[in-house]
Structures are given as C-alpha cells and as structure tokens.
C-alpha cells in the first residue's frame, strides 16, 4: 500500500510523506522537504528515509532540508539518495558545505543527488570525508518517464512549468496478485502455505494435500491481478488551459492526486503571473484526470481560516470529494466529508 501524510499545517510550507510498503518490505519516500514540516515524524522515520524528491529548489520546498541532514548526513546503513530538477546537485553542494566539517575524516557517507530533465537523470556523488567539498559525476541515463523503481513503489516524473524547472510525481505500486475466494471455494482445495508459494510465482508442480498441481494451471483458475495503489503530488504549476489537458493525460486514473491550490478563483490573474493555480483549476484538473480522490495543500498565506472552507467549496464544484487534509478544518462539516 501507499500510505501518504501531509506534512505541515494550512498557509505554511507542506511536503508528502510516503511509505510503500508491500508486506515484505518498505520504501520510504520524502517528497519535498519545507520549513517545520519535519517535526511531526519521529526521529526514526527520519533516519529511515530511502528517497527524498523536491519538486524544485524555492525556499518554502527546501528550507527543512537542514534538519533531515542533521539526523542522515553520516548515515551507511542505507544509501543516500536526492532527486531533483536540473541545478539540483548545485544547490545541495552549497547546503552541504554550511556547515564547519572539522572532523571529515571521520564520515563514511555517500550522498548521490539525481538532476532529472525531460529524458536522462544525470546523478553527481558526494563524500562525507571530503567535507561533501567534491561534486563527482556519478553517470547519466535516459529515461522516458520512470526515474526511480524498488521493489515497492515506481515514480515517475512530470515536468511542471514554475518560471524554472520544476516537477511533479507519480508513484504507483507493481500491480498485485490476489487470490480469488470464490474460485478457491469452488476448487475444493483448503488454504494453505502454498497459496503463498503460488502468488510468489513459484514454477513447477504443488502438492496440496497429496495430490499434484501444476501452478500454471492454478494461476489461471485462482490467481488474479489488481492495479496496485497510485498517487500524484503536483506542486507550484501554472495550469492554464494548455496544461491542464496535458497533465490531464499524465494523471489519468490516478488513484489520489495531492496537488497546490494556492489562489482563490477570483484571482486568476495572479495564479498566472506566479506560474500557480487557483482551487477551481485544480478541481477542474482531478474531473478531467477522472483521479479517485483530491487533497489539496500549499495554500496562500494570503487567505485567513475564514476563507478555507470557501476555497474548498469552490474546488468542490469541479470535483466532489475533493478535501483539505485531516484536521484543516478541524470542527467543520467539510474537514470530516
């Protein structure tokens, strides 16, 4: 499953947390990294990050970085990876430099940084021992779409237009293999130890109670395949009309979309001019994506508490169970819909 959290509050820096986890193990994904957005993760779930993702490198996406590299920066037990837009591994050399690394030495870490562009990710290597002072090239591939796959969770990247590089993100789970009950019951055969030898793909025969099986016949009376979970987290676009069948397309079906809704409708204007979008345009986006739910975050400081629920009643007319993440609108009708 992708068990996503919000981080940060209404009117303040945001990010995505996601933990993938399909039973067997867990991938621990970071999507953008604000001021304070930190803070409701326990130090261990810091310390356990396997993949942070930034959007682009403005202040209010960047600025918590600080206090994720305090508890990781000479962590070995697991690699460090960083995943961003072109002039990422730039920007990051200089966080990594600010700080007096009088006992350099001393560190064993690697970090690698993945500037992602329309087709390759070229990846730059730093080293805890030189004081992070090097940007080694660390290779470059191409890639149509998909950046970064584990056993858990596939991403992929969109470009999003923000006066610069910026990118949105897709993860979808591998599709899984569910066992039928219906088609078990009618088989006859009791449920055992070899049903998960047979979702795992084992080959050959089975003995189920001492009789054999062949699996290939097996999978196809009782196995079956379900579409894994998905989400979007899109982030400081501006989404005119252009864009909107565009990222439409990208998004289609996705099973809940995570997006910005920074301006109220009436001011479109303004959502052009700073490459934003209004709450309207958003709820517009989730219908045409046809996405199976809609939270929206990233909200302009520029509207009190007043005007929340405003906000989200105008996404609502667009795309019905569009909300505000859990506890926004604590005491609302709309916060508990």
């Known amino acids: 499953m992708l068990n996503a959290q919000v981080l940060g509050h209404p009117a303040q820096d945001n990010a995505l947390w996601v933990k993938a986890d399909h039973g067997q193990g867990q991938s621990r994904l970071l999507l953008d990294c604000g001021s304070g957005t930190l803070s409701a993760l326990p130090f261990s779930e810091l310390r356990a990050v396997d993949h942070v993702l930034f959007s682009h490198l403005h202040m209010d996406h960047v600025a918590g970085f600080d206090d994720l590299f305090r508890a990781t920066f000479d962590r070995t037990d697991r690699e460090n990876h960083i995943w961003g837009p072109e002039g990422t591994a730039c920007i990051l050399s200089h966080r990594f430099q600010g700080y007096w690394w009088n006992y350099a030495s001393q560190l064993r870490a690697t970090w690698l940084v993945h500037e992602v562009s329309a087709d390759a990710v070229q990846s730059f290597r730093f080293e805890a021992n030189e004081a992070f002072a090097v940007m080694h090239p660390a290779g470059s591939r191409l890639h149509q779409g998909v950046i970064l796959e584990t056993p858990q969770v596939r991403v992929q990247a969109i470009s999003l237009q923000h006066h610069g590089p910026c ?48 699996t290939e ?10 579409p894994g979970d998905s989400l979007a987290y899109l982030t400081d676009f501006l989404l005119d009309e252009r864009q909107r069948l565009r990222l439409g397309r990208e998004l289609r079906s996705v099973g809940h979309l995570y997006a910005e809704a920074q301006y109220a409708p009436e001011d479109g204007d303004l ?41 989200l009643d105008a996404a609502r007319k667009h795309f019905g169970p569009a909300r505000f993440p859990e506890g926004w609108l604590t005491g609302s009708e709309a916060s508990r819909s």
């Open 167 to 214: 990118l949105g993100f897709v993860l979808r789970e591998p599709d899984r293999v569910a066992v039928d009950p219906a088609a078990l019951a009618a088989s006859g055969l009791r449920a055992g130890p070899w049903l998960s030898q047979l979702k795992a793909g084992v080959g050959g025969d089975l003995v189920i109670d001492g009789v054999t099986y062949h």
């Open 217 to 226: 016949a097996l999978n196809d009376a009782l196995l079956r395949c379900e």
């Open 271 to 311: 959502a052009q001019r700073h490459h934003h979008t209004t709450v309207d345009q958003v709820g517009r986006l989730a219908s045409l994506a046809q996405v199976g739910e809609l939270t929206l975050l990233h909200l302009s400081r520029r509207y009190g508490p007043d005007r929340w629920p405003e906000l």
